[in-house]
């Protein structure tokens, strides 16, 4: 796609009032702000949440929110038109066109999906249509559901190849406190690097209607980190919200750097959108291999494996102490895991996990 590509999302706290109906102006003002930014020469792709929250303020009647799948699948098949329809109207208040495209975790594990989602969003943009990316929560397995739209949003962006991802929530950004806790809580305005005590910053969703939290948005922006993109956490409600956090205003929400090794975007999609379907657990000469040699995993490095993959399937591959390091591609199934090849994981198709 374009040189400079943006994917934004904002989360259901900003897109909903307090009643739970969408809230207009928020959308128009990330309306008008995308549109700013593709006449600047951006390309664009918006990914929203608050169907549930939408589609139970217009069935509920008050009463208490129902929290089992079946339910809140249905309640967002209720929301999505709602949702969708005031997109439409605060887009074309600014003249452009909008385009819903629904996602599952299967467009991002399967390869031809993956390529085809692609084809999608760059064909919207030829039309000059501002795709408007949701999860389908109406049919998405409970199991296999991407968790929060944080998450859905990085993998976006990875899939347009976008230098850019901004997360729009209720905050200011990353804070070295929780300010309801911690009056003296001050913005944290660059993240270099991910470690734990950054990690512990981070709590969970506190709102009550939406599914991410402050520990999402750092799971996506290390997401896009390891890919190459730049990711800001910004607030909202603010003026120009979207243009201030792609110029980098000062003071203006948390901009996390990328690494300096961008992954390709092959192996981004093996360390981020494949589901694993089991793990191997390796020896320490096979672990010095993969991180200091760059070598193929050999089965003789391989201590033992769980899951019942199939050859070429995503695999997370474990250390001798149990952690994670890396993640690949199998060239063998676990039924026939001792009666095949040496090579069990190619480099090919292999990422290392450690480095932050």
Do not use: C
């Amino acid at each position: 796609m374009a040189t400079r590509s943006l994917v934004v999302k904002i989360g259901t706290t900003s897109v909903t009032d307090a009643a739970g109906g969408v809230a207009f102006e928020a959308l128009a003002s990330v309306a008008r702000d995308v549109v700013d930014l593709r006449a600047a020469g951006w390309t664009v792709v918006v990914v929203t949440s608050g169907a549930i929250t939408a589609g139970w303020s217009e069935v509920g009647h008050g009463r208490p929110r129902p929290s089992d799948s079946v339910a809140l699948q249905a309640v967002s098949a209720v929301g999505q038109p709602l949702l969708m329809h005031a997109w439409r109207d605060a887009f074309g208040a600014v003249g452009a066109s909008v385009g819903q495209v629904l996602l599952a975790p299967l467009d991002f594990s399967h390869r031809g999906q993956y390529l085809h989602a692609r084809g999608t969003l760059a064909a919207l943009h030829s039309l000059n249509v501002v795709p408007i990316v949701n999860e389908n929560d109406a049919v998405a397995d409970e199991e296999i559901r991407f968790g929060d739209n944080d998450r859905l949003a990085a993998l976006v962006a990875n899939l347009v190849g976008a230098t850019h991802l901004v997360l729009l929530t209720d905050t200011a950004g990353l804070l070295t406190a929780d300010p309801r806790l911690d009056p003296t809580a001050t913005l944290i305005e660059e993240v270099t690097a991910f470690d734990t005590e950054l990690v512990h910053l981070a709590g969970v969703s506190r709102s009550g209607v939406g599914s991410g939290g402050m520990a999402s948005k750092l799971a996506a922006a290390r997401m896009a980190s390891w890919s190459g993109i730049t990711t800001v956490i910004a607030p909202a409600h603010a003026p120009n919200a979207l243009v201030h956090a792609i110029n980098d205003a000062p003071g203006f929400g948390t901009t996390f750097h990328p690494r300096p090794e961008r992954l390709s975007a092959r192996k981004s999609w093996i360390a981020f959108a494949v589901a694993s379907r089991g793990a191997l657990h390796i020896n320490q000469g096979a672990l010095q291999a993969l991180e200091h040699h760059g070598r193929s995993l050999l089965r003789v490095g391989v201590e033992s494996h769980v899951g019942n993959f199939v050859e070429g399937d995503a695999v997370e591959i474990k250390g001798p102490e149990g952690q994670v390091v890396a993640k690949g591609l199998v060239r063998v199934s676990a039924e026939s895991f001792h009666d095949s090849d040496d090579v069990v994981v190619h480099r090919d198709d292999l990422v290392l996990l450690r480095r932050s």
